[in-house]
């Protein structure tokens, strides 16, 4: 009887072991590919900066990146539940968000900006004052237009349906990412960026609190690939200088 239980003991750590070590091989990434140049859905393919920072984090750490593509609110609790190994999705690093998740070491700088109508009476962030403003759900924007005096937010659960109701007259403005911003206003005729930035913040892995290996591999991982001029170029490859 006793042999019985120490062998099953033995079958059950090796079968926990085979689990551990297929799950272990792929790092699963949370994302919203609706946010352009960052991620996007290109055919059957997620592409873009933060898909390509990973690729090349994955192969670093030998391990096969499995890219999630959810609904931005959900990214963080998708790390948090071990859903996803890390949340990648322009993720800005906030105070707040901190509580709840670790983030690594910032990979790229971002901005928050205003969108508005050409000929908009909407020219400088304080004139958002009264407004009705768009914004993705959960995001820094949806925090930020909290904060606008008398200001009526209009959420949606994705940036180019918040663009959509501003062509439309449906809104005053959207608060959105600088670089998606871009391109959202290239891509939609009769709409424009306000020249000054309303917030300055930095994009960072997303990594669940107890897993503090993961977060210093990523940024070891991070600091080879920064150094090597890696990050630039991919960076540079969907965002050209003006
Ligand atoms: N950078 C913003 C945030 O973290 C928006 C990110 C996004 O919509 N993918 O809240």
């Known amino acids: 009887m006793k042999k019985l239980m120490v062998l099953s003991s033995v079958v059950c750590a090796m079968l926990c072991l085979c689990a551990c070590g297929s799950s272990s091989k792929k790092l699963v990434m ?8 960052y991620e996007s859905v290109e055919g059957n393919e997620i592409i873009g900066i933060d898909p390509e920072i990973a690729k090349l984090i994955a192969d670093d750490l030998g391990r096969e990146l499995v890219i999630e593509d959810m609904a931005f609110d959900s990214v963080i609790a998708a790390v948090q539940t071990g859903k996803a190994d890390i949340a990648m999705a322009g993720l800005t690093v906030t105070e707040d968000r901190k509580k709840n998740i670790n983030f690594t070491d910032p990979y790229t700088e971002a901005a928050q900006v205003i969108v508005v109508k050409e000929g908009s009476e909407v020219t400088t962030p304080d004139d958002l004052e009264g407004k009705t403003i768009g914004v993705q759900i959960g995001t820094t924007g949806d925090i930020y237009a909290e904060d606008i005096k008398d200001a009526t937010i209009e959420r949606y659960s ?4 918040a663009i959509n109701a501003l062509s439309q007259d ?6 959105v990412d600088r670089e998606p911003g871009k391109v959202f206003v290239s891509e939609n005729e009769g709409l424009k960026m306000i020249d000054e930035e309303f917030t300055v913040e ?6 669940a609190k107890e897993n503090t290996e993961l977060l210093d591999q990523i940024n070891a991982s991070l600091k080879k690939l920064q150094e090597s001029g890696k990050i630039d170029e991919i960076i540079g490859k969907y965002i050209k200088a003006e």
């Open 170 to 175: 449906k809104i005053d403005a959207v608060i």
């Open 202 to 207: 930095e994009y960072a892995i997303g990594v």
């Open 30 to 37: 949370a994302t919203n590919a609706a946010f352009p140049p």
């Open 158 to 161: 994705k940036f180019f349906e």
